[in-house]
């Protein structure tokens, strides 16, 4: 991979265009194109850094939400091939151009996960070091997209291995265990993480010793994503502590400690409030879009919804089926398993929902940990929040989030980029409160002249002084470190500079890096004198 010179930086919200240039000067860097007020296109010049570094030192700086280099490489025989399953052409969910195979529908193109170009990214579709824990009930262990990828089954209802099977009454885990990771065998469909291994978890349960059991299970044997298209909305049944702390636990202790990613459905009741389960602050709660990137009606809305993925409300997904599965006999019994009556194979019907949007989701995740094994559960939520695109009217958003869509549709592509991305950085994006612009509040001073010596952390560069007292206030609160600020003019303007730290030797800066990487506050190693 070569880099082709040009960065795609977005800035954070209320990031004006005279500290966007601050930023652009700050290295060298000309403008090639403003696509939005937060988003432009910069190439580097000959004073510049190479175009991965100076994207990973944009990443640390506060002012910039995500910066990556562009890339290219030459393509030759050995390049990545997509799977070339028989109903591929089907999964519009992975790759929409618009179409579906053997359907005359228009879709709109591009209305789609990005799931393909994820795959593409990665150079495969992810990896069997991966395990997505499905919690649901009926999952059919003999289907050939998922019988060579079971790991670690177990049922809570007969507390054994051995998967309750067959039973008319549920069928559902099936098509939502494909959705996430159907393997690529060269017949039927592919999940969006085709190689991660399957942990079937069978017997869904509102009780606080079943809700436990499911999730220590998870975490005792090795999952690294769970993912639930169930719940409630009957306030009957919402989370006491015992269950909230039955999810915390796996959401903080596992994967030794770096916490399982956990997704719920929001639900499919066409609410302003999502299941009670979605809600919890550890989960990733997964709206539906349409095959035409629109609201599904029947998804439930609420401030606590994180993102919106394809599912039906225009066009279903196709998904496995169980072979007890009678389907639905909706009024005269002519679309059982098709919307429009025609067959693709007794092992797949058409599917949808928010039970189908999570797992959709669940398989992403599985995506972003075969880039990056080191994330934390939270910085997988973070990452795909971040990366989303937009859909809908801009007026369904307020501060980036909707109600409806979370903080947009879910894009692979860009995810497994920002993912390995950040296993290359030397510093994860910062969280930044919001910025002031007039310094209001009252603040303490203890201000000394510092030797252009040694070396610190930078986090940014500000042209506004009330901006700098937010940051100086909030790291010397968070690290107790002595904060140093470089007063410099550029082009006519002061420009303020924040370090944190000021050290005799490079390492102790670094094992600051490390202590404020640890916290999730990114900064790059600066010494002082440079500064000056």
Request: net charge neutral; proline share 3%.
């Amino acid at each position: 991979m070569v880099p082709t010179g040009e960065i795609f930086i977005t800035f954070e919200e209320g990031v004006g265009e005279n500290e966007q240039n601050i930023v652009l000067e700050e290295y060298a860097l000309t403008l090639v194109e403003r696509r939005e007020n937060n988003r432009i296109i910069a190439k580097v010049t000959a004073n510049s850094p190479n175009p991965i570094k100076v994207a990973n030192f944009l990443q640390a700086i506060s002012l910039v939400k995500i910066a990556e280099p562009d890339l290219d490489t030459m393509l030759d025989e050995y390049a990545f091939v997509a799977p070339s399953d028989n109903l591929v052409g089907h999964e519009w969910h992975l790759q929409n151009d618009g179409f579906v195979a053997d359907v005359d529908y228009r879709l709109r193109k591009g209305a789609d996960a990005k799931v393909v170009d994820a795959w593409q990214r990665l150079g495969n579709t992810g990896s069997n070091g991966v395990t997505v824990a499905v919690v649901d009930n009926g999952f059919d262990l003999t289907h050939p997209d998922l019988r060579d990828k079971v790991t670690k089954p177990f049922d809570l209802w007969n507390q054994s291995s051995d998967v309750l099977q067959g039973d008319k009454r549920f069928t559902h885990g099936t098509p939502c265990a494909s959705v996430a990771l159907a393997a690529s065998n060269g017949q039927g469909i592919v999940g969006a993480a085709p190689s991660a291994k399957f942990m079937p978890v069978s017997g869904t349960s509102f009780s606080v010793r079943a809700t436990e059991q499911m999730f220590d299970y998870a975490i005792k044997n090795g999952a690294d994503i769970i993912s639930c298209s169930w719940g409630t909305t009957d306030s009957n049944f919402r989370l006491n502590s015992l269950k909230e702390e039955a999810i915390t636990k796996a959401a903080k202790k596992g994967r030794n400690g770096k916490g399982c990613v956990i997704l719920f459905a929001v639900g499919n009741d066409d609410l302003d409030f999502v299941n009670f389960y979605a809600a919890h602050p550890d989960v990733i709660a997964v709206a539906a879009s349409t095959s035409q990137d629109t609201y599904a009606s029947y998804s439930n809305r609420g401030r606590e919804v994180s993102i919106c993925a394809p599912s039906n409300g225009d066009w279903p997904i196709l998904a496995a089926r169980a072979w007890w599965d009678q389907g639905l006999d909706w009024e005269s019994g002519n679309f059982k398993f098709w919307r429009d009556g025609r067959s693709r194979g007794k092992h797949y019907k058409h599917f949808g929902g928010t039970s189908s949007s999570t797992p959709l989701v669940a398989g992403i995740c599985a995506l972003i940990l075969s880039a990056n094994p080191d994330l934390t559960a939270k910085e997988v939520k973070d990452i795909l929040q971040k990366t989303a695109d937009k859909i809908g009217s801009p007026s369904d958003y307020s501060n980036g989030h909707s109600v409806k869509y979370g903080y947009g549709r879910v894009n692979a592509g860009r995810a497994v980029a920002e993912a390995l991305r950040r296993k290359e950085t030397v510093a994860p994006p910062v969280e930044v409160e919001d910025t002031v612009s007039n310094g209001q509040g009252l603040f303490q001073f203890d201000v000394k002249k510092q030797a252009a010596s040694g070396y610190g952390i930078q986090i940014g560069a500000f042209y506004e002084y009330g901006n700098v007292l937010i940051q100086v206030e909030k790291l010397q609160r968070k690290f107790g470190e002595k904060v140093i600020v470089s007063i410099n003019e550029l082009k006519g303007r002061t420009v303020y500079k924040v370090v944190l730290g000021a050290y005799s030797s490079k390492s102790q800066a670094q094992k600051l890096q490390k202590r404020m990487k640890d916290a999730g506050q990114g900064g790059f190693l600066r010494n002082l004198k440079d500064l000056a």
